[in-house]
């Protein structure tokens, strides 16, 4: 009867320590660059308060190889998975490397080939925005988009190249295109529950550029499958000057915004968007455009996995600053468009700034706010919209430096057939065009986060689209009511660029270009604490836990012409802390861990499983013995 006891209690501690060990899961996966689907840059982590995160100490510095192709450093925030960090230097460089310690464990060259089609440009070019993780028929990748339009599938355990997704083919002509495509690598958003990743064209800022375009790939184990072609706007060859009037009869909403209201274009009667639309894009309803369009290529795109919508942006037309070939509003360029992911169709159209003369487009992240989709475009205005019919709930304008912006009015005709922002050959703007800008949500809170840089810029009308660095200018952090757009809090750091924001828990993380941390209460803008001099920064804090399941802030700091180098930090975390975040553990995400290897697990987990073993194997001997003994004793005369 003892034995059956011991056995029982060694099972059941056994029992324990398998819990222990397979309960084990990282606390934070931080698998896109704006971290998950909503691209809201909100993350969870239980157990960390004010304490911890006013305490963050550095734990390891990783120096980041220098660029060859002109552009240095990194802009996007380091992704991570199970232990692993993962970024893409604006040089196509890969590196994975262990957040425990910073040791690398693998690095490549993104793969560089002559373009397949006369219709792309040569040059691959930065700055690298945008890198996600994905399901490449079981196996998990790391997608990196290129400026040869194509998105790169790599094994995020060896970096080995698992597939290429190519916009356009080996001697394939895109339909009614006469441009060129490359200039920026491509923007793509992936929906994880379908495997479909849609994926944006993009061109150079000319009169060369190409027919802008998004496309939706399944992802199958016989390759990626195109499964839909979406334009944004008419083609350039055989113009069809009806091309946006039937765009927006086939949409289930459309609208415009003139600055002060939106107008619904499907309330509009037919001869009403007859004079609106007719002849739009062309100058003279000439049969060949000289203009283009691209989906956005800085910010990250949205997805509803739950609807299957995916909501992204559009680029100004180009060339930017030259509307002298495109009369009308250009529908649906300097947009937000939402687009149903099995199928392509335009579900709706949101355009904050018809006739774009500015340079501005929409080029900054799309967030997914509970029933709200927010957005900054490039004019600094912040955009709520109804994520169903793409209404606008409420915009809000930050104050700005003086400017010559003027919000067009699409039914002011010579609005929409201006050729050029100022008859002078410069202009001033507030923002500038290219500008950076940063969002984040706290949906718990009702709150939407956004950084901008306050700062004036004389802009030459034969300028080329460039990233606006933002040196010198002041930083303005804006914490928004996402119901009411009304301000809770502000905040202005002086010289300090652009704040590149991250929101943790009840905590806003503010990584600015001059290269300082701040971390700001999320309710009140109070600050909780701040780390100076840590070196120049272009792209947002990241998250991620360990192997040991222990959590460290990923900080990149770089430059365009500075590798920089990765800091990783992490929280002085107390011992009832630590507790907390241990029951959590054991408690939550269980159904995943089964994925995990063996090497991944916390070291004194494995060996606890190991130890529980040799103490089960101990028992089941005993107990066999003592059955062998007293059958022994039974047969004995």
């Not at 704006?34 to 840059?41: F, G, I, V």
């Not at 998975?81 to 464990?105: C, E």
């Not at 196996?139 to 790599?154: D, H, K, N, R």
Request: some cysteine; glycine content about 8%.
């Amino acid at each position: 009867m003892n034995s059956v006891y011991l056995v029982g209690a060694l099972t059941l501690i056994l029992a324990l320590s398998l819990v222990s060990v397979l309960a084990y899961t990282e606390q934070v996966d931080w698998t896109a660059q704006d971290y998950d689907a909503t691209n809201s840059k909100y993350v969870v982590v239980p157990g960390i308060d004010t304490g911890a995160i006013a305490n963050l100490v550095q734990e390891s510095f990783l120096p980041l190889p220098p660029g060859t192709a002109g552009f240095h450093g990194v802009t996007h925030p380091p992704l991570a998975r199970r232990g692993v960090g993962y970024l893409v230097t604006n040089d196509f460089v890969v590196i994975a490397f262990d957040l425990r310690g910073g040791k690398v464990f693998w690095t490549i060259s993104v793969p560089r080939s002559s373009p397949v089609s006369d219709q792309i440009r040569g040059d691959q070019l930065g700055p690298v925005t945008n890198v996600k993780m994905v399901d490449f028929d079981g196996t998990e990748a790391l997608a990196v988009g290129t400026s040869q339009q194509t998105v790169v599938l790599l094994d995020i355990y060896t970096g080995r190249l698992l597939a290429t997704v190519s916009l356009i083919g080996p001697g394939e002509r895109i339909e009614g295109n006469r441009g060129k495509y490359g200039g920026y690598p491509v923007n793509f958003a992936y929906d994880s529950k379908r495997r479909i990743l849609v994926v944006g064209s993009t061109a150079p800022d000319g009169p060369e550029a190409g027919r802008g375009f998004v496309d939706g790939y399944r992802l199958t184990s016989q390759g990626p499958e195109r499964l839909w072609r979406t334009f944004l706007m008419p083609p350039q060859l055989n113009y069809d000057p009806s091309w946006s009037i039937n765009f927006v009869q086939s949409l289930k909403n459309a609208w415009i915004f003139d600055g002060d209201k939106v107008i619904d274009l499907k309330a509009l009667d037919q001869e009403t968007i007859r004079m609106l639309l007719s002849g739009d894009w062309s100058p003279d309803g000439s049969e060949v455009l000289s203009v283009g369009v691209m989906a956005t290529w800085m910010g990250g795109w949205a997805v509803d996995e739950e609807s299957g919508v995916v909501y992204l942006a559009v680029s100004q037309p180009l060339p930017s600053f030259n509307g002298r070939d495109r009369k009308g509003p250009n529908f649906p360029s300097s947009s937000v468009i939402a687009i149903e992911l099995a199928t392509g169709k335009v579900i709706w159209v949101f355009q904050a700034i018809p006739h774009d003369v500015y340079g501005y487009g929409c080029n900054s992240d799309v967030l997914l706010v509970d029933e709200l989709v927010v957005t900054a475009c490039g004019n600094g205005y912040l955009y709520a919209m109804d994520k169903t019919n793409g209404n606008l709930k409420w915009f809000l304008r930050p104050p700005m430096n003086r400017s010559e912006y003027k919000p067009p009015d699409p039914f002011n005709n010579d609005e929409m057939s201006r050729g050029f922002p100022s008859n002078t050959g410069t202009f001033e703007l507030s923002p500038p065009p290219a500008s950076i800008f940063s969002l984040a949500a706290n949906p718990s809170k009702g709150l939407i986060f956004y950084s901008l840089p306050v700062k004036s810029k004389a802009v030459s009308t034969s300028a080329r689209y460039e990233l606006d660095l933002p040196e010198g200018a002041d930083a303005m952090i804006l914490a928004v009511d996402a119901f009411t757009g009304q301000v809770r809090w502000s905040r202005i750091l002086k010289g300090e660029g652009v704040a590149h924001l991250t929101a943790v828990n009840d905590f806003v993380l503010a990584l600015t270009y001059a290269g300082n941390l701040y971390i700001f209460a999320s309710v009140d803008g109070k600050l909780i604490a701040s780390r100076s001099n840590i070196g120049p920064a272009m792209t947002s804090p990241s998250l991620g836990t360990d192997v040991e399941g222990n959590l460290r802030v990923i900080l990149s700091m770089s430059a365009l012409n500075n590798p920089g180098y990765l800091l990783i930090l992490k929280p002085l975390i107390s011992v009832a802390q630590e507790t907390v975040r241990t029951v959590v553990t054991i408690t939550v995400q269980t159904t995943v861990l089964t994925e995990n290897p063996i090497w991944q697990y916390p070291l004194q987990s494995v060996l606890l499983l190991v130890m529980s073993s040799v103490i089960m194997i101990v028992a089941i001997a005993l107990l066999v013995k003592q059955k062998v003994l007293k059958e022994f004793r039974k047969s004995r005369p």
